[in-house]
């Protein structure tokens, strides 16, 4: 009678209303919200620790949200759908979600942090909420196969089966595998009838093949960089460039990589220019240096007088890529003073970076690509599947730097733990 009653026990803490797929930054706002609106929640997680990606998110800093909620700040094949999402839980509720769970935010130019500097405070509030609603959560879950059986989904796992009436797929996608998002989700999302558009990594720094990098590895500068596929304008930023041996990166490449990788997976040519003076116009570039020219070229030479305009790396790389001689710049003809001086503000306003690849998910911080809007509604909610929902980085929405992934994150899983707790 106590070993059919155990057993009994043990089968009912396997079922509930709500079943979440992944304990990340989507996945938790699903349960928490679910759990809210009174249903009973499991969550599966193949993460030894639950909410990992989020340690990482922000340079540790965790940058969760932005005042800036503007169409162009996502990507997606339904950007009306991510609109009508995003009014219904945007920047404001997640803010003031997260102080309800008492973590104090602090705002810099629009860009919200939380005010201990540390992305374990969102983690760990989250997490505590999750026990404080009686979540289940369940890590280090391998999962073998998701069916759907009548009105229940059955979860097969090794070595048990989970069951619910209704399950959230929150994933995530391939970017930062080691944080535990491994692709899986597609591959369940497809059992169930769904396409998948090609997942390919985003905010990532850009492989290259020119020869000059080696000469800048190592730098770090303002620049404009605009992305141009089959020599058409594609995108373009401003921030700081910084220079390897592999290709380029930082902000404004993270920007504008999502359009590369997608046109490189398509086998377009792909092109950076860089502006390393964005401030500056052609003629007051050249303005700039015929005015040092004349007043210091006896006795400097053009490397020598563009250090005093960029980087010493960058200057040395120009006059190596112009070949142009080691003599004082005073000593040149007129003629040749002015083709070289054109010439060398050809460079600094646009010098040309071939594309050829993306550096691997691993370095990546978001997917592009994944289950297309048009497969799922406002509510998150399969038109597949009934009672089958998403968020996060499964779906085919990624945003620019500057909080907006987690914010997609937040507004996503909200919306399927909201309807998948009051479908019930």
Known sequence: MMAGNMKDTDQKNRKADVIVIGAGASGMMAAVTAAEKGASVIVLDHNA??????????NGK?????????????????????????????CGETVSFFERLGVCSKAKNGYYYPRSGQASAVRDALIAETRRLHIRIFNKIEITEIQKDGDAFLIRTKPEPYSAGRCILATGGIAAPKTGSDGCGYR???QFGHTIIRPLPALVPLV?????LSLTAGVRCDARVTLYIDGENQAEDTGELQLTEYGISGIPVFQISRYAAVALSEKHKVDVSVDFLPEMTLQKTN????????????????EQILCGLCNRKIAHMICEKL???DVSVRNLPEKTFQMQLSLIVRQLKNTSVRIVGTRP?????????????KEVDVTMQSKIVHGLYFSGEILNVDGICGGYNLQWAWTSGYLAGLHAAIAG
Request: glycine share 6%; charged share 25%.
């Open 287 to 302: 303005q700039f240096l015929t005015a040092a020219a004349d007043k210091t070229g006896d006795y400097r030479n053009w």
């Open 188 to 190: 369940y999302a497809k």
């Open 49 to 58: 620790v639950s909410g990992k990606k989020i340690l990482s998110t922000g």
């Open 208 to 212: 290259s093949d020119e020869n000059w």
């Open 62 to 90: 965790c940058n969760f949200t932005n005042e800036r909620q503007e169409p162009d700040c996502y990507r997606s094949d339904d950007p009306d759908l991510v609109k009508r999402a995003l009014d219904q839980f945007s």
């Open 361 to 373: 998910a691993e370095q990546a911080q978001v997917t592009c690509g994944g289950i297309p809007l």
């Open 323 to 325: 070949h142009l001689q």
